[in-house]
């Protein structure tokens, strides 16, 4: 039977040193306490923490689950396990590595304005670029300006023969479109319209081949519309006084026009009786079209 020695205290024979002999075990029942250098705890699960619950006392808290931050409770009276509340973060600064922006909008794009500070651009709208603004010191949105040489052109002719009454300026019809890069032009009134955003220099030509007889002469001309086609106002005129043969009157006519501004031929003349315009399938005999400059 296993021999009990209880006494208040041990102190060495010489010294402060108490020699305990090889293999032997010492063990403390009631454990050791805070004051006595311990824990006042017997056991521990693997993830604990130790906190101080008052100056001589120790709590363990349990382990917290994956990603949890340890913060002070409430009550500011003991650790604990918890989310990161992200309310509570200041806004970090760009020379800690942040933004210094607290909200941002859909479509915004960060740029610097200076070594240490950021600034955001609202998205444009549809179709704009970004380009730097005129003092070379920030981008900005910019709409594309209008696209250049070639970007519009048009070719339309006649293949079916059109009349022309006597004395009366009629509004030429070229049926057949061959070309029409930006779709301006209409076959059936025979009107071409400046397609939206390419307004510009324009290079406009026609030819009218038209019927034979001699008298008064054939005049061609070239109308502008600012309104859609309600009001018109010439911009080009030519006359043809051969009476003999086939006549022709063709010319080229260069314009600056806006957008939607409407342009169309017209052919008068005075030989009496009804008159016929020349066409052909497949062939340029009377034509109509034009292309941008700039």
């Known amino acids: 039977m296993a021999s009990k020695i209880k006494v208040d205290q ?72 918890g989310s990161v509340d992200l309310t509570v973060l200041p806004t970090i600064t760009v020379a800690k590595g942040g933004t210094n922006l607290s909200s941002f909008a859909a479509g915004d794009i960060l740029y610097a304005t200076g ?63 061959v070309i029409d890069v930006g779709s301006g032009y209409n076959t059936s009134s025979g009107y071409w319209t400046v397609p939206s955003g390419e307004g510009g220099t324009y290079m406009i030509y026609y030819s009218h081949h038209f019927g034979t007889g001699a008298g008064n002469a054939y005049q061609s001309r070239i109308y502008k519309s600012t309104d859609t086609g309600s009001t018109w106002s010439k911009v080009h005129h030519q006359w043809d006084y051969d009476g003999n043969g086939y006549n022709v009157n063709h010319n080229t006519y260069l314009i600056v026009l806006s957008a939607a501004d409407v342009l169309k031929t017209t052919l008068y003349h005075g030989q009496s009786s009804t008159q016929s315009m020349y066409a052909e399938a497949d062939v340029d005999k009377t034509f109509f079209g034009g292309w941008k400059l700039v």
Do not use: C
């Open 10 to 81: 041990i102190v060495g024979s010489t010294g402060n040193t108490v020699v305990f002999p090889a293999g032997q075990t010492v063990t403390i029942t009631d454990g050791l306490t805070v004051a006595g250098g311990g824990t006042g705890l017997a056991s521990f699960t693997a993830g604990d923490v130790l906190y101080a619950t008052g100056s001589t006392t120790l709590a363990k808290l349990a382990k917290g689950t994956a990603e949890q931050v340890l913060a002070m409770n409430a009550g500011a009276t003991a650790p604990d396990w």
């Open 115 to 177: 070594s240490t500070t950021l600034a955001k651009l609202a998205k444009g709208t549809a179709s704009q670029t970004l380009k730097m603004n005129a003092g070379a010191t920030a981008p900005e949105w910019a709409t594309v300006a209008a696209s250049g040489a070639g970007s519009v052109r048009f070719h339309a002719r006649m293949e079916s023969a059109q009349s022309i009454a006597n004395t009366t300026e009629t509004n030429i019809v070229f049926d057949t479109e």
